[in-house]
T-cell receptor, first 117, second 116 residues
Framework: GENVEQHPSTLSVQEGDSAVIKCTYSDSASNYFPWYKQELGKRPQLIIDIRSNVGEKKDQRIAVTLNKTAKHFSLHITETQPEDSAVYFCAASLFMYSGGGADGLTFGKGTHLIIQP | GAGVSQSPRYKVAKRGQDVALRCDPISGHVSLFWYQQALGQGPEFLTYFQNEAQLDKSGLPSDRFFAERPEGSVSTLKIQRTQQEDSAVYLC??????????????FGPGTRLTVT
């Protein structure tokens, strides 16, 4: 089955600086890679996702890059703000676009992002 | 519109009791997933439904865990004879509105199960 490794487990950055979280996956068949933000006691919230036919996707201060050959994808947050402090999870799955079926998401262990004021 | 809802939000069970956890997905979503999240860990996949069909139950940890979605909407996760290692947050997610091409998984708030 799929295995997702996520690094670092904790990341502390100064407000206004950039943060990068990296993940690797094992199953070359995986084609969908979402990122979730989870605040303490709250539900995971989807912040950005990328499909395997795209190398990069950006949404305001957040971007994700995907290297299919290396089976590696990363989350980039620029101009970090205090409200970015949370645990971030990467995930991977296989989605069958024709029929709409999907495997469950395999998550990394999470990165606790701390924004220092 | 309304998001994914789950009930109860908190459940305390004595070891050996049976529990039932409910998930109301986003209206019209075809796919429904259950995950287990232990403290300080990422969610782990339990089972997946497409409409009323349970297509994957490979993540269920034992035969004490059972899930159903009889009418293709609301789902129930049942745990029989609960044990302390079952203590976790159980998350439900739904996805895939046919015709939209959208397949993002949206999570409910979870049910925190504590087995004493």
């Amino acid at each position: 089955g799929e295995n997702v490794e996520q690094h670092p487990s904790t990341l502390s950055v100064q407000e206004g600086d950039s943060a990068v979280i990296k993940c690797t996956y094992s199953d070359s068949a995986s084609n969908y890679f979402p990122w979730y933000k989870q605040e303490l006691g709250k539900r995971p919230q989807l912040i950005i996702d990328i499909r395997s036919n795209v190398g990069e996707k950006k949404d305001q201060r957040i971007a994700v890059t995907l290297n299919k050959t290396a089976k590696h994808f990363s989350l980039h947050i620029t101009e970090t703000q205090p409200e970015d402090s949370a645990v971030y999870f990467c995930a991977a799955s296989l989605f069958m676009y024709s029929g709409g079926g999907a495997d469950g998401l395999t998550f990394g262990k999470g990165t606790h992002l701390i924004i220092q004021p | 519109g309304a998001g994914v809802s789950q009930s109860p939000r908190y459940k305390v069970a004595k070891r050996g009791q049976d529990v039932a956890l409910r998930c109301d997905p986003i209206s019209g979503h075809v796919s429904l997933f259950w995950y287990q999240q232990a403290l300080g860990q990422g969610p782990e996949f339990l089972t997946y439904f497409q409409n009323e069909a349970q297509l994957d139950k490979s993540g269920l940890p034992s035969d004490r865990f059972f899930a159903e979605r009889p009418e293709g909407s609301v789902s129930t996760l049942k745990i029989q004879r609960t044990q302390q290692e079952d203590s976790a947050v159980y998350l439900c997610a739904s996805s895939f509105l046919p015709g939209t091409g959208r397949h993002e998984q949206y999570f409910g708030p979870g049910t925190r199960l504590t087995v004493t």
